[in-house]
């Protein structure tokens, strides 16, 4: 039995009391991390509640845990308690097919169909609307951008959630204008990207950030918040521009000089696009996973 996230945890955890199914869970996010008490949806109380739910019922009646990031297993064995040989960490993976290498052709096509033009320099971020993903920092960043470098055109997809509404009052108080565009729901990211010259990527925590993974295979210079997760595949000045969480500043900062210095940007995503094929192809995963499938069957059940 394979369960993700905390409810469905619970309930497989406890519909195989008894039996001799043995209980895989995927430990997807840095769930506990101490920013998230930020979040003026989270209640501290609420959440150590969960944590603790959490905790006994992974110590008591898993088999095992995946991990999708050593980030991960090292927050969720340090948060849960969880001895972290019960802890396999398999990557997630994307597609190469379905993404591909944009060419020139491709760039002026997605750029067509988005009506911008070929001297716009496009900013683009992709993940949902929620305090997690911190794109409140990128609308903040925008005007320093803007200020100088009038072509600059970002460009927000992803669906709307708990933070729209923080988010449109952002854009309104900072007179953004038509040049902050969201998008919402698309499922034509890789057109996205072969429009993009920078992939920006705020977020204040992550498990593992899979739309990164799409940039660095599309091989779009990645400006991103230096997180463990992502530390733990890119390198500052190697493979992308990390800056610190929470600093509009230094956000605008790493963009700019990715756009100013082209030949570095093509450099860092060439670099990107190595790792990503060195680590994060979806047969990769695959393998990955049916080995720890493997594994866990023959451990047998814990409850």
């Known amino acids: 039995l394979h369960t993700i996230h905390f ?3 619970l309930v497989g955890r ?3 009391v008894g039996t001799s199914v043995p209980v895989l869970s995927s430990l997807v996010n840095t769930s506990y991390d101490a920013v998230r008490l930020k979040d003026p949806r989270i209640r501290p109380w ?4 969960v944590r603790l739910a959490d905790a006994w019922t992974g110590r008591h009646l898993n088999t095992h845990f995946h991990a999708i990031s050593p980030a991960v297993k090292e927050a969720s064995s340090r948060a ?6 019960r802890i396999t960490v398999v990557e997630r993976g994307r597609e190469t097919g379905r993404l591909g290498l944009p060419s020139l052709e491709d760039r002026a096509q997605a750029r067509q169909k988005l009506g911008l033009g070929d001297d716009d320099q496009v900013v683009l971020n992709v993940a949902r609307q929620e305090f997690q993903k911190g794109q409140r920092y990128l609308l903040e960043a925008c005007p320093a951008l803007m200020t100088s470098r009038p072509r600059v055109r970002v ?5 709307t959630g708990n933070a729209t509404g923080e988010l449109q009052s952002t854009m309104s108080r900072l007179g953004l204008g038509e040049r902050v565009r969201f998008l919402g729901h698309r499922d034509d990211v890789p057109t996205l990207l ?3 010259d920078v992939f920006a990527f705020p977020s204040l925590y992550e498990g593992l950030g899979g739309a990164v993974l799409e940039a660095m295979a599309m091989e779009v210079p990645i400006v991103a918040s230096s997180l463990p997760a992502l530390r733990d595949y890119l390198e500052d000045g190697e493979s992308a521009s ?3 969480p929470e600093s509009p500043e230094a956000l605008a900062e790493g963009i700019v000089r990715t756009l100013d210095e082209p030949e570095m940007a093509r450099r860092l995503a060439r670099r990107s696009r190595e790792v990503f094929e060195s680590r994060f192809t979806m047969d990769q995963s695959v393998a990955g996973m049916v080995a720890l499938y493997r594994r866990v069957a023959n451990q047998g059940g814990a409850g």
Do not use: C, Q
């Open 14 to 16: 406890f519909a195989a």
């Open 242 to 244: 990390l800056v610190p």
């Open 194 to 196: 072969a429009a993009a």
């Open 46 to 49: 609420k959440l150590e509640m």
């Open 155 to 159: 460009l927000i997809a992803g669906r």
């Open 7 to 9: 409810e469905s945890d």
């Open 80 to 85: 849960l308690g969880l001895d972290p040989e």
